[in-house]
């Protein structure tokens, strides 16, 4: 997408699994990319893949969870590359289990990284896209925010209100020239994260993803390169009439 050439994006949660397929796809579309995660190998490994294709990459260590994190982490890629034109809210967490098992600590965690980091991570970059009259802000949802799933409380409650954030946000940012959308994948293999979660999957008896998958309409999992493209699309002039949507990208497992 040439349209995003010499923009600055900003991917969080990208030192593994999607973020990193977003920063790399971002980054070969002719973007400047920040990197934010907690974990510095995975950033370093993103930075390096990154410059491999003679891309412009810089990283922040930030936990999304804290405001501070966020404000330091955003304000450091911001002296680095520049003002933000592209912001992609990617870091998540998932953990599996029964409703009645969930902790205090596990819920707040899910909310913590899932939804109040997109909302840290917003209100630290809009001001400045609302001073420029444009933008685009890309929150990675879920299809499980729009149908509920057992075992998945805590992440489909967070993914159902970052879709709804997501909305309320075009509605309010579109008369600036702002952009708002969710992305919402399915099954999505080579990831750590989906890694994690088949193993706490198989500890509850739950079925395994190849049962899972035949239940998809294409038969199969998704790949993060396959979210990226989409991300890509969206963060494009070719998308510039598009604003507030909550796009699925689940092999049609889920079809609304």
């Known amino acids: ?17 999607i973020g990193r397929a977003v920063a790399i796809r971002l980054a070969r579309a002719g973007c400047a990319v920040g990197l934010i995660d907690l974990d510095p190998a ?46 992609v809210n990617n870091a998540g967490i998932l953990n599996t289990c029964g409703f009645l098992e969930i902790t205090d600590a596990q819920w707040r965690r899910t909310f913590a990284i899932n939804l109040d980091g997109a909302f840290f991570c917003c209100q630290a ?9 444009s933008g685009c802000v890309i929150n990675m949802a879920s299809w499980t925010g729009k149908q509920g799933v057992a075992q998945h409380a805590a992440y489909g409650a967070t993914k159902a209100a970052l879709i709804n954030l997501t909305q309320s946000l075009a509605a309010e940012f579109g008369p600036q020239g702002i952009r708002v959308h969710a992305v919402c994948p399915g099954i999505i293999v080579d990831t750590e994260m989906r890694a994690a979660a088949e193993e706490r999957n198989r500890a509850q008896g739950l079925p395994a993803m190849e049962t899972r998958v035949q239940a998809v309409p294409l ?13 890509a699309f969206l963060a494009s002039d070719a998308a510039g009439y598009m604003t507030g949507q ?3 990208v689940t092999g049609g497992l889920w079809m609304n």
């Open 246 to 248: 909550a796009i699925n």
């Open 219 to 231: 038969r199969r999992g998704g790949m993060p390169s396959e979210v990226a493209e989409l991300v």
């Open 42 to 87: 995975g950033l370093a490994q993103t930075r390096d893949l990154v410059e491999a294709i003679d891309g412009h990459a810089a990283c922040a260590i930030a936990d999304v969870s804290l405001r501070e994190d966020v404000d330091a982490g955003l304000q450091a890629l911001a002296t680095s590359l520049g003002p933000v034109d592209i912001l």
């Open 125 to 133: 970059v809009l001001g400045s896209m609302v001073a420029r009259g």
């Open 1 to 17: 997408m040439d349209t995003v050439t010499g923009k600055v994006a900003v991917v969080t949660g990208a030192g593994a699994g």
